[in-house]
């Protein structure tokens, strides 16, 4: 199984960026399509964006779309999330997710099985 770390969450005003960035340990990084969901206090845990093993293609939830951007570095065992645009509801607990077999397209959390801990990113309006 793969360990996840993600970094870069933090606090930024509405209209701004932040990059999240997700560390993988163990073998094979390149094996695994990777994910990004959120949770919000209350919450189901959401997808936000997924890349296949080659980093193509890429999927994402209908609301992030042409805000965020999922890029993977496979020499380096990383997925980032670049996020512009952010809005107070993009306010969340960010989670990376790997798994080595995904129905293409897939958005449930149920079809990933290795997660991170998460990383807070908060939106001031």
């Known amino acids: 199984q793969v360990q996840l770390v993600e970094s870069g969450g933090g606090l930024v005003q509405a209209g701004g960026s932040l990059r999240l960035s997700c560390a993988a340990s163990?073998?094979?990084?390149?094996?695994?399509?990777m994910g990004w969901f959120r949770q919000a206090p209350g919450k189901d845990r959401d997808f936000v964006a997924g890349?296949?093993?080659?980093?193509?293609?890429?999927w994402y939830k209908g609301t992030v779309s042409g805000r965020f951007t999922v890029s993977r570095n496979n020499a380096k065992n990383t997925v980032d999330l670049q996020m512009n645009s952010l809005k107070p509801e993009d306010t969340a607990v960010y989670y990376c997710?790997?798994?080595?077999?995904?129905?293409?397209?897939?958005?449930?959390?149920?079809?990933?099985?290795?997660w991170g801990r998460g990383t807070q990113v908060t939106v001031s309006s």
């Open positions: 163990g073998r094979a990084f390149d094996n695994y399509v």
């Open positions: 890349i296949e093993r080659s980093g193509t293609p890429t």
């Open positions: 997710a790997a798994t080595l077999s995904l129905p293409m397209g897939s958005m449930r959390a149920s079809d990933f099985d290795s």
